[in-house]
């Protein structure tokens, strides 16, 4: 190799190395720091031991966050705390400070220094991967007393079994494992030896998973003696935090309601859906672990699952090997062990059915529209009304959900204008059937109905008894289940891809603090001279009240692509649902009111943007409480500017823009009057905020790279 081509290769080498931002100090992700409601650094849970049937633990890590700083303490065990309370008042036993100094943008890699009480200070490199807004997964490399290059190699860097965890978000999500299954289980720990449970006990164990979206999972038990959970009882319930699929396993994070952290990790195989029987491991401290044995670590209990998907069909045994020899052996209809009740199949005492026909309809006055949209936070759902396919009169039997699966009517109970009906939902996956109470109120507008369900359950009611309203765990406040009713909003009378604007308009914007900013709101093109599908909001940082900083007066964007409006006339306002470009799952309801001209006041519009997409009591504004509103903004209705622009050369050659201008229809047409100006095209379809770009190798690199290679070489 020549002198030149070393040369140039080190130089090369040089200037890359040289060309890592240092524009910034080094800080940790923004998922992983993100301050909580309190205003402090983010606080996340690791390596929590908990003791056998329950919520205290050995030990504990909490860790915070910062910026530039993780500040990490180990909790002595929480042995005299009540059930009721956390523990995090234990005496602190260590403390370590892991430093950020250095980001690596390729490989996510973070260098950090880690310095506990006594000063002494070593080096290391870690990963973090997002599993979602409460669970993360860490990676590290072996401590160094050097601050090696190698440390940040992606080979040095190991799995943590223990995940980080935190509660400052609510979010929830849908259990991957769906399905009924009977099971049995053993201890897996070291202190049990595999012991099995119920061994004196012929019924199989029940589990049944997201049979009703968002119920999470239910452990059924034969007998109290059954249930290796800390609240004895023949149910368990457990709802889902996270989960992900790793090296052919999926992990899903559970935990038993808000008031807790997650507890539990069940480990099963991926492909489970295509699976009749499959075994699974449910630790009962949050540890996540990869080997084939999945033996749990000292001081944690966990048990391993025997699963079997459950028969399909209304038509079936508890256990379908053990009744056909109990009814092989006659005992059908012995006094003893009910076994009629648990074999019915075997013992002939039913015939299975096909689809059921409803024994009831649903009201004219609901199925008014026979399609009806329904949005939450994370999701919309499409609820329409139908028939069974035997039923000869052709009445509405049966609501059918997207995301919740169909209801057939069973019986109905009629007060003014509120209709309850007891349903029953039939499944082919192995769940048992269940029977759900939805109840619905009219309103003076036919454009929306209000509509709750309450919890579905395993036994057939009574209509009063099944009728039972109340609101889930915080975590899963985004569930359809609830004590306040829910808007459905008529497919019949929902704009798709209008925001209701029509136009850009001046606003004041006014947040649940009372800190008042002046801006617009916009769905108008200009260039083009047409109504966008998306509302823009925009504001400059020095018209705000208060403001502390007049020198930067950047335009603040934010942009909400317009995903259904409505005008309830009935109620004279109208309400519009939005969808985030960023997080195009995050759905936000907007109430829009319009005022009529005064004397010495001119029309007007109020819009509030609520921080979740379910409208829910908002169809009366007056009961809107701060805690449920992001922003307010006022708008004048008298000057709502839907000028356009023309296409024209000025003196110095640029283009400029008058009301005659038809735009040519091209995909890459101008989003913005900047680039309509000076003839640049967007690429991206909703630029929310424009940005320069700027070459990866600077200049100054170069000179510091060839100062460094020229030494390197000589």
């Known amino acids: ?160 079994d223990w995940p980080w965890i935190s509660k400052d978000k609510d979010s929830w999500s849908e259990c991957p494992l769906l399905g009924g299954f009977d099971f049995r289980s053993h201890w897996i720990s070291k202190k049990l030896h595999h012991q099995e449970l119920c061994r004196k006990v012929w019924r199989p164990s029940r589990l049944e998973s997201e049979c009703v979206m968002g119920e999470g999972m239910i452990f059924h038990f034969p007998q109290n003696t059954c249930n290796p959970f800390a609240k004895r009882g023949k149910h368990h319930r457990l709802y889902c935090w996270a989960h ?246 008529s497919a019949n009378y929902t704009t798709s891809m209008d925001c209701g604007i029509h136009g850009s308009m001046e606003a004041t914007f006014s947040d649940k603090n009372n800190l008042q900013c002046e801006g617009h709101v916009s769905d108008w093109n200009k260039a083009s001279c047409t109504v966008q599908p998306s509302l823009t909001v925009s504001y400059r940082r020095s018209r705000c009240e208060m403001s502390t900083a007049p020198h930067n007066d950047s335009l603040q964007f934010t942009v909400h692509l317009c995903r259904a409006f409505i005008y309830v006339k009935a109620y004279g306002h109208s309400i519009l649902i939005t969808q985030t470009p960023s997080d195009s799952q995050l759905y936000r309801c907007w109430i829009i009111f319009n005022y009529p001209e005064r004397m010495n006041e001119k029309p007007w519009r109020n819009a509030v943007l609520l921080n979740r997409g379910q409208c829910g009591k908002a169809t009366d504004f007056r009961q809107l409480e701060k805690k449920d509103v992001i922003f307010e903004t006022r708008m004048s209705s008298d000057n709502v500017d839907t000028t356009c622009r023309t296409k024209n050369r000025n003196r110095y050659g640029k283009p400029t823009y008058g009301p005659n201008f038809i735009p040519r229809k091209s995909d890459n047409s101008p989003t913005n009057n900047r680039q309509a100006r000076n003839g640049e095209h967007d690429r991206s379809s909703y630029s929310i905020r424009g940005s320069s770009t700027t070459p990866s190798i600077c200049f100054h690199h170069l000179i510091i790279g060839s100062i460094l290679c020229y030494l390197v070489k000589f």
């Open 244 to 489: 992900w699929s790793e090296s052919g396993y999926i992990f899903i994070v559970l935990g038993q309601h808000h008031k807790h952290l997650p507890q539990y990790v069940m480990r099963l195989p991926t492909n489970t859906e295509m699976m009749s029987t499959f075994k699974a491991k449910l630790y009962f401290s949050p540890v996540a672990l990869l080997d084939s044995v999945g033996q749990p670590p000292d001081k944690v209990t966990a048990i391993q699952l025997e699963m079997a998907r459950s028969e399909v069909g209304n038509c079936y045994d508890e256990d379908p090997i053990g009744c056909k020899k109990f009814a092989a052996e006659g005992k059908c209809f012995s006094t003893e062990g009910n076994y009629k009740i648990y074999c019915q199949k075997s013992c002939n005492l039913c015939t299975p059915r096909g689809m059921p026909q409803g024994e009831c309809a649903f009201s004219d006055k609901i199925t008014k529209s026979l399609h009806w949209y329904l949005f939450e936070n994370t999701w919309e759902d499409l609820i329409t009304f139908k028939s069974a396919g035997d039923d000869r009169l052709g009445r509405l039997t049966q609501l059918n959900s997207r995301k919740l699966g169909t209801f057939t009517c069973k019986s109905v109970d009629k007060q003014y204008n509120s209709y309850e009906y007891a349903t029953v939902s039939y499944y082919n996956n192995g769940c048992r059937p269940r029977y759900t109470c939805i109840n619905f109120e009219t309103t003076d507008d036919i454009s929306l109905i209000k509509f709750r369900m309450s919890e579905s359950s395993l036994l057939n009611l009574e209509i009063q008894k099944l009728c039972k309203y109340r609101d889930y765990p915080r975590v899963l406040r985004n569930n359809v289940v609830s004590k306040e009713y829910k808007i459905l909003l």
């Open 1 to 160: 190799m020549t002198r030149i081509s070393t040369f140039a290769l080190l130089l090369c080498a040089c200037i890359i190395r040289t060309t890592v931002s240092q524009d910034r100090a080094c800080e940790f992700p923004n998922f992983l720091r993100a301050k909580n409601k309190m205003g402090n650094g983010r606080i996340w849970y690791s390596e929590t031991t908990y003791l056998t049937n329950s919520v205290k633990y050995e030990k504990q890590k909490k860790i915070t966050v910062g910026e530039a700083t993780i500040n990490i303490e180990m909790f002595t065990p929480c042995l005299t705390v009540s059930d009721d309370y956390d523990c995090h008042s234990q005496p602190v036993t260590h403390v370590t400070t892991w430093t950020c100094l250095g980001h690596s943008v390729l490989d996510n890699h973070y260098r950090i220094k880690i310095e506990n009480e006594k000063q002494e200070k070593v080096f290391s490199c870690v990963k973090f991967i997002k599993r979602n807004d409460n669970v993360v997964q860490v990676y590290s490399a072996v401590p160094n007393t050097e601050n090696f290059e190698k440390l940040c190699k992606e080979e040095a860097l190991q799995r943590k």
